[in-house]
């Protein structure tokens, strides 16, 4: 049996390489060793039972080490959801990243209040006014809050004003809760003193930087810990606080317009688009550039308005199922502004509706965009390999010496039927993964039912091409008077040493792949210049620097009046 030993050579020879090279020795760590002490966590792949284990661990891993540095105070703080060890990170002089994690903590518990123009109503609309004012009521807010309610947060919000003066959302914040103090014309002022600053940040990109070098300290895997700093972020509330003040802008706005105020109105406007325009320029994130693209498009709806087409009977609309018609003060911002202001305007809004677009496209094919993902996605591959080359050394032994040389006799399978069965089932642990390679499989892990039926949708295919392929062949390839079941073990006895050695092969090149396409990752990762919206940009290239704008994507008139139902 020359075959099965050079098949047991090449299983050796994969094994002391996997061993020998730290990536792929990194890589079987992540997916099959649970973190030291990490009790009850198993499963094929660790890493989400790691990063609960590190984020449990996190704040008395700070303690201990790291108890003066703010970089790890901030991590510590975001990973354990420990508010005092973000107030630590800026005490100890942590920049604006600690100061955004700081007041975003605060927000979660701070005190909330209530008032018509959070409701998204036109203040020309009694009725909708009227409703409004009753959601209010019901909404158990206070319609006013008071200095002293908000005094520390209105502290801590000032301080990450002087930590990073080029950032517009702690000065969003400060003019969300001057309205709530009943002080809008201050709010106003705040409003626009936003509008006029370049950045709009969560600095989300420095938050993640931490936590990933809190993890890698804990000992977790570069790429692992990049990963798992993701999930760790909270989503801003920051973030929200800032589409409530593009709909209060919008109320105010048109009830300025309404009082003879057309300056304030326009004021209200102006800082809208601005804002949302720099949220668009200066993202880091698409968490930014998404609602940077809602906010300019409320700040320019007195002007321009995009309706989408079942709102107006007009078929045909290119900007995401709409398009642009003429806002209820066009025609005074024109004169205020001119015509060249208003179509510049215009132009902006339909490059950001493109872009937009552009953007759920990238997420839509992200597999085939993202290196983390393409990473990923030879990562699973890998493990079908690897499974597959357990299961055919476990079937191997148990038909592997039960009887041996009556099975050998049995059949008569030559050496190229062997290789082309071997094949065959290397090929249909690979078909699972060609099926599924543009989707994103993650999202099922969250249902363990999912989670298992996803599961036995990799495994099963070259399991069962394992089993019934060599029986198949057994009925082609037996011998003179033996039995089929005895011709199918020997055909196993050929078969499954070579799979799994050609298993361990393709597992070898595809994990040196996929570690070769991490460590680009990372290294591409961690340069300061690297965020995730320049990556969109370079993946989509011209289509993103220089976007198709579509025929039709406005119309210079008001939208037509729908009938009364």
């Given at each position: 049996?020359?075959?099965?030993?050079?098949?047991?050579?090449?299983?050796?020879a994969?094994?002391?390489?996997v061993?020998?090279?730290?990536?792929?020795?990194?890589?079987?760590?992540?997916?099959?060793?649970?973190?030291?002490?990490?009790?009850?966590?198993?499963?094929?792949?660790?890493?989400?039972?790691?990063?609960?284990?590190?984020?449990?661990?996190?704040?008395?891993?700070?303690?201990?080490?790291?108890?003066?540095d703010?970089?790890?105070?901030?991590?510590?703080?975001?990973?354990s959801?420990?508010?005092s060890?973000?107030?630590?990170?800026?005490?100890?002089?942590?920049?604006?990243?600690?100061?955004?994690?700081?007041?975003?903590?605060?927000?979660?518990?701070?005190?909330?209040?209530?008032?018509?123009?959070?409701?998204?109503?036109?203040?020309?609309?009694?009725e909708?006014?009227?409703?409004?004012?009753?959601?209010?009521a019901?909404?158990?807010q206070?319609?006013?809050l008071?200095?002293?309610?908000?005094?520390?947060?209105?502290?801590?919000?000032?301080?990450?004003?002087?930590?990073?003066?080029?950032?517009?959302l702690?000065?969003?914040?400060?003019?969300?809760?001057?309205?709530?103090?009943?002080?809008?014309?201050?709010?106003?002022?705040?409003?626009?003193?936003?509008?006029?600053?370049?950045?709009?940040?969560?600095?989300?990109e420095?938050?993640?930087?931490?936590?990933?070098?809190?993890?890698?300290?804990?000992?977790?895997?570069?790429?692992?810990?990049?990963?798992?700093?993701?999930?760790?972020?909270?989503i801003?509330v920051?973030?929200?606080r800032?589409?409530?003040?593009?709909?209060?802008a919008?109320?105010?706005?048109?009830?300025?317009?309404?009082?003879?105020?057309?300056?304030?109105?326009?004021?209200?406007?102006?800082?809208?688009?601005?804002?949302?325009?720099?949220?668009?320029?200066?993202?880091?994130?698409?968490?930014?550039?998404?609602?940077?693209?809602?906010?300019?498009?409320?700040?320019?709806?007195?002007?321009?308005?995009w309706?989408?087409?079942h709102?107006?009977?007009?078929?045909?609309?290119?900007?995401?199922?709409?398009?642009?018609?003429?806002?209820?003060?066009?025609?005074?911002?024109t004169?205020?502004f001119g015509?060249?202001?208003?179509?510049?305007?215009?132009?902006?809004?339909?490059?950001?509706?493109?872009?937009?677009?552009?953007?759920?496209?990238?997420?839509?094919?992200?597999?085939?965009?993202?290196?983390?993902?393409?990473?990923?996605?030879?990562?699973?591959?890998?493990?079908?390999?690897?499974?597959?080359?357990?299961?055919?050394?476990?079937?191997?032994?148990?038909?592997?010496?039960?009887?041996?040389?009556?099975?050998?006799?049995?059949?008569?399978?030559?050496?190229?039927?062997?290789?082309?069965?071997?094949?065959?089932?290397?090929?249909?642990?690979?078909?699972?993964?060609?099926?599924v390679?543009?989707?994103?499989?993650?999202?099922?892990?969250?249902?363990?039912?999912l989670?298992?039926?996803?599961n036995?949708?990799?495994?099963?295919?070259?399991a069962?091409?394992?089993?019934?392929?060599?029986?198949?062949?057994?009925?082609?390839?037996?011998?003179?008077?033996?039995?089929?079941?005895?011709?199918?073990?020997?055909?196993?006895?050929?078969?499954?040493?070579?799979?799994a050695?050609?298993?361990?092969?393709?597992?070898l090149?595809?994990?040196?792949?996929?570690?070769?396409?991490?460590?680009?990752?990372?290294?591409?990762?961690?340069?300061?210049?690297?965020?995730?919206?320049?990556?969109?940009?370079?993946?989509?290239?011209?289509?993103?620097?220089?976007?198709?704008?579509p025929?039709?994507?406005?119309?210079?008139?008001?939208?037509?009046?729908q009938?009364?139902?």
């Amino acid at each position: 049996m020359r075959m099965l030993r050079i098949s047991w050579i090449i299983l050796v020879a994969v094994g002391v390489i996997v061993s020998a090279v730290p990536a792929l020795r990194q890589q079987v760590r992540s997916r099959f060793v649970p973190p030291s002490g990490a009790a009850g966590s198993s499963g094929t792949t660790c890493a989400p039972a790691q990063a609960t284990f590190y984020a449990q661990r996190s704040r008395d891993f700070v303690e201990d080490n790291f108890p003066d540095d703010p970089d790890m105070l901030l991590a510590g703080g975001l990973l354990s959801k420990d508010i005092s060890l973000l107030r630590r990170a800026v005490e100890a002089g942590g920049g604006s990243a600690a100061h955004a994690a700081y007041v975003d903590a605060l927000l979660e518990d701070a005190p909330s209040y209530s008032r018509v123009a959070h409701f998204r109503v036109d203040p020309a609309d009694p009725e909708a006014v009227s409703d409004a004012r009753r959601k209010v009521a019901e909404s158990g807010q206070p319609q006013k809050l008071s200095p002293q309610q908000i005094a520390p947060l209105m502290e801590a919000i000032r301080a990450w004003e002087g930590a990073d003066p080029d950032n517009a959302l702690p000065v969003a914040l400060e003019a969300d809760y001057l309205y709530g103090l009943h002080t809008d014309a201050e709010a106003l002022t705040r409003w626009e003193d936003a509008g006029r600053l370049p950045t709009v940040s969560l600095r989300w990109e420095e938050k993640s930087r931490a936590v990933a070098g809190l993890l890698s300290e804990m000992g977790m895997s570069e790429a692992d810990a990049i990963e798992a700093s993701s999930a760790a972020i909270p989503i801003s509330v920051a973030l929200q606080r800032l589409r409530r003040c593009a709909l209060i802008a919008l109320y105010e706005g048109r009830l300025a317009l309404l009082q003879g105020r057309p300056n304030d109105a326009m004021r209200w406007c102006n800082a809208t688009v601005d804002v949302g325009t720099h949220m668009q320029e200066g993202a880091g994130t698409l968490i930014v550039f998404l609602p940077g693209v809602a906010i300019q498009y409320v700040g320019a709806s007195p002007v321009w308005h995009w309706l989408p087409d079942h709102a107006t009977s007009t078929p045909g609309g290119p900007l995401q199922g709409g398009r642009l018609w003429y806002g209820p003060q066009h025609a005074h911002y024109t004169g205020e502004f001119g015509e060249a202001a208003v179509n510049g305007l215009r132009d902006r809004l339909v490059r950001a509706k493109v872009r937009s677009q552009l953007t759920r496209e990238y997420v839509g094919n992200i597999i085939s965009y993202h290196p983390r993902y393409q990473a990923y996605t030879l990562l699973g591959l890998a493990g079908s390999f690897s499974a597959l080359l357990v299961f055919g050394l476990v079937l191997f032994g148990v038909v592997g010496t039960w009887r041996c040389r009556k099975a050998d006799e049995a059949t008569g399978l030559r050496l190229v039927w062997q290789i082309i069965i071997a094949l065959l089932i290397l090929f249909s642990a690979a078909l699972p993964h060609i099926a599924v390679r543009h989707i994103d499989l993650s999202r099922f892990g969250e249902s363990p039912a999912l989670g298992i039926a996803v599961n036995l949708f990799f495994i099963l295919p070259p399991a069962l091409a394992a089993v019934f392929l060599p029986l198949l062949a057994a009925a082609f390839s037996r011998s003179p008077g033996a039995r089929l079941r005895a011709a199918w073990r020997g055909n196993l006895r050929r078969v499954l040493p070579l799979a799994a050695a050609l298993s361990a092969v393709v597992y070898l090149c595809v994990s040196l792949g996929a570690a070769s396409i991490q460590e680009r990752w990372v290294r591409e990762w961690s340069s300061p210049e690297t965020t995730e919206m320049t990556m969109v940009i370079q993946a989509l290239g011209d289509a993103w620097t220089d976007p198709n704008i579509p025929a039709d994507a406005w119309r210079a008139q008001t939208p037509p009046e729908q009938p009364s139902a």
